[in-house]
């Protein structure tokens, strides 16, 4: 059998980013995060219905932090459907992940669901029913079934980590409450939001848990089609904070980034794909990461626009 011309591709990516001197740097207000060598590069491609591709360190799990989003923005979506938009936007920030700017500005109600106020808010929101053990339980069954694979675990020590140094985060979290935008003790949204963010995985398995968002044959239906097209809209316009316009420039396709390092872009109709450098750029997310997105763009054609 003649390989897959995409391989090819791949591996030539991952040559050019193991040659990269400008890797960026690693996030280290989360300490468990601080150490992790950033000489590594993964890329895997999943394409419903056919084997994964990948090449470099796909194997190797990481934090996929912010990714975690956008898992827990389909299942709050699944639970409360539409009213989740009373309490978040659907709006980019121009801001920061972090920042408080525009909180204090529009009185509690984050601009959307990827900076880290909107996904406090949407993960309090799942928590409406649920104990933080339930909810932490269905956003692992919801990965675990999407990625078709049940090994994925939350890091309990970058979980501890970060509840003991994201300060910024705590802040947030009163901030919405004293708005009554936050239903649950701050401690207990943040508590949950921590684990979630803990989350690791391989490249190659996050790019299998992506499938649900690319639709047609051999994609897992977790949410509905009409859902799966606002969820990419919003990694479009919303997934990379204040480096979204230029992530779409740059590369013209649906992504969410993490401060582990990792994004998850969705080709719609085509393909899920995910990379992984842990090296970040001004804004937070992958520098290789992102550099590699834009050339399998290119090499591919795989563009929305
Ligand atoms: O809340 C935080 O700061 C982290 N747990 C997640 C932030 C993040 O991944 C931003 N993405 N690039």
């Not at 949204?189 to 639709?215: I, K, N, P, W």
């Not at 044959?217 to 997934?239: E, H, Q």
């Amino acid at each position: 059998m003649a390989a897959d011309p995409l391989q090819a591709i791949l591996d030539e990516i991952t040559a050019e980013a193991r040659d990269a001197t400008e890797r960026g740097k690693v996030a280290d207000y989360i300490p468990e995060l601080a150490c992790i060598d950033p000489g590594q590069f993964a890329i895997a491609v999943a394409r419903p219905g056919q084997p994964t591709l990948t090449a470099g360190d796909a194997g190797v799990p990481f934090s996929i932090q912010s990714v975690s989003k956008l898992f827990m923005l389909a299942l709050a979506l699944g639970r409360l459907g539409d009213r989740l938009w009373s309490r978040v936007g659907r709006e980019p920030s121009g801001q920061a992940f972090d920042s408080m700017l525009l909180l204090e500005l529009e009185k509690g109600r984050p601009r959307n669901p990827f900076i880290n106020a909107g996904a406090i808010v949407t993960t309090d929101a799942v928590l409406e029913g649920a104990t933080p053990r339930e909810a932490l339980g269905a956003l692992l069954r919801f990965i675990r079934a999407a990625a078709g694979d049940e090994a994925i675990h939350i890091n309990d020590r970058v979980a501890a980590s970060e509840t003991a140094t994201g300060h910024r985060n705590v802040a947030l979290a009163h901030y919405l409450r004293s708005h009554g935008n936050l239903r649950n003790p701050p401690e207990m949204t943040l508590g949950t939001y921590f684990h979630q963010c803990a989350v690791e995985m391989s490249c190659a398995q996050l790019a299998d848990a992506g499938r649900f968002l690319v639709g047609g044959a051999g994609a897992p239906r977790l949410v509905s089609k009409a859902r799966t097209r606002r969820i990419n809209a919003l990694m479009m316009t919303c997934g990379h904070y204040d480096g979204s316009g230029d992530y779409a420039f740059r590369v013209g396709l649906p992504g969410k980034s993490g401060v582990g390092g990792g994004i998850l872009s969705v080709v719609p109709g085509v393909a899920s794909v995910a990379v992984w450098s842990p090296g970040l750029n001004h804004y937070g997310n992958s520098r290789l990461g992102t550099e590699a997105m834009e050339r399998l763009a290119a090499r591919t054609g795989w563009s929305v626009f």
